[in-house]
């Protein structure tokens, strides 16, 4: 019998999660195999649980955000050796996912974790900042703007406002951090009080209550900017964000969002809506995901992109039961749930 492993099974459709036992696949060409110390949960997990979307198989095995050590490459990978310490963007396929102990991943997602970082910290990563990337500089999924570590210093979004919506959320957070980078100053974001330090330590520049409406809003960013808000990034996306992110936006503007809009584009030309597949395994994100996981060990190790603040749960795999709970609950405030595989009995 092949060598086995545990996993975070849904039997079927809307089911619940089991524990179970499967084969610990190879790796195929550009693959790794990696034995996952620490696994993230994302609110596409319970999602996924709940509706079905996105899985096309039953027995599935969910998670996307993956860190761990490589135990085996596959043919033509050529950056990365057994022993490695790397994160990785799961794909919604069972051998590359993250609620289990070993997992197979695409070594042009995957990047080596800078010695300063712990497992739990780089695995808040791949998912969170895939979207807030996608979201900015997707030319399909996102805004379009020219990435900035593709172009030449000085040739940034300087002095271009931006509002991120959801500031303390893991995607916003990140939307946050690859704001500065792209040079958008002033940085204006909404969260709950207690998360203020938080979305500054991360290069908010303003920071507002996720209370205020549009209109509040509106007028205290009139305070002190008068340039037009061209991208609004909401990382939360209920219809309430989107009505007071469609309020902020320029004429001309466009709204980035992590759900499905509530809002209407402005017929004819006006201010525009990008709606974020966040996947770096559509064609439509290949080119820009490549290259910005190619970055992605540099950002880590120089401090450009910092991890999530994060909470381990309890129990291994079976942890992630109470936790995907928890987040469908909305308890989850300035922090992505953590679990440990090898801790399961
Ligand atoms: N389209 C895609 O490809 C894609 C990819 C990834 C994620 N998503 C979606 O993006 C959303 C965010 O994901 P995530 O992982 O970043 O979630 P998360 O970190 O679990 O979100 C929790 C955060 O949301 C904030 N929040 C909730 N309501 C808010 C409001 N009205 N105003 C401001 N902040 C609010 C909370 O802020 P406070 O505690 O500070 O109040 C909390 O910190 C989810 O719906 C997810 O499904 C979509």
Redesign the pocket.
């Known amino acids: 019998m092949s060598p086995q492993q545990k996993a975070l099974i849904l039997p079927k459709k809307q089911g619940n999660f089991e524990l179970s036992s499967r084969s610990i696949p190879s790796p195929g060409p550009g693959q790794l195999l990696v034995k996952i110390q620490s696994a993230a949960l ?3 997990d319970y ?1 996924m649980k709940d509706t079905g979307m996105f899985v096309t198989h039953y027995p599935a095995i969910l998670g996307s955000d993956i860190a761990g050590v490589v135990e085996a490459v596959g043919e033509g990978v050529k950056n990365f050796r057994k022993g490695d310490r790397v994160l990785a963007h799961g794909a919604f396929t069972n051998d590359l996912t993250g609620f289990q102990q070993y997992t197979l991943t695409v070594a042009s997602f995957t990047a080596k974790i800078p010695s300063s970082l712990s497992f739990d910290n780089a695995a808040t990563v791949p ?2 900042l895939d ?1 807030a990337l996608v979201g900015l500089y997707g030319k399909e999924y996102g805004a379009g703007i020219t990435p900035p570590w593709t172009k030449s210093a000085g040739d940034h979004e300087s002095k271009k406002p931006i509002v991120i ?2 500031g ?5 957070s990140y939307a946050i951090q690859l704001a500065r980078l792209s040079g958008f100053y002033p940085i204006i974001t ?3 009080n ?2 203020e330090d938080l979305v500054r330590n991360f290069g908010a520049t303003h920071f507002f209550d ?1 209370n205020l409406s549009g209109q509040q809003l509106k007028a205290a960013i009139s305070k002190f900017t008068d340039s037009p808000i061209e991208i609004v990034y909401d ?4 219809p ?2 989107q009505s007071v992110g469609w309020e902020l936006l320029a004429e001309n503007g466009t709204l980035v969002l ?2 499905y809009a509530t809002v209407k584009e402005d017929e004819g030309k006006g201010r525009k809506i990008a709606q ?3 996947s770096p395994y559509v064609p439509q994100n290949d080119e820009l995901c490549r290259s910005s996981w190619s970055m992605v060990e540099k950002w880590l190790s120089e401090g450009t992109i910092q991890p999530n603040n994060h909470e381990v749960l309890p129990n291994g795999l079976e942890g992630i039961i109470g936790g995907l709970e928890r ?1 469908k609950l ?1 308890q ?3 922090t ?1 749930l953590v679990a440990h595989p090898q801790e399961t009995q």
Do not use: C, D, W
């Open positions: 994302n609110p596409v999602k998912v969170g979207t919506l959801g303390s959320s893991s995607v916003g909404t969260a709950s207690s998360n996720r990382a939360v996306s209920l309430e964000t992590t759900l974020i597949f966040a987040m909305g989850i405030s300035g992505k």
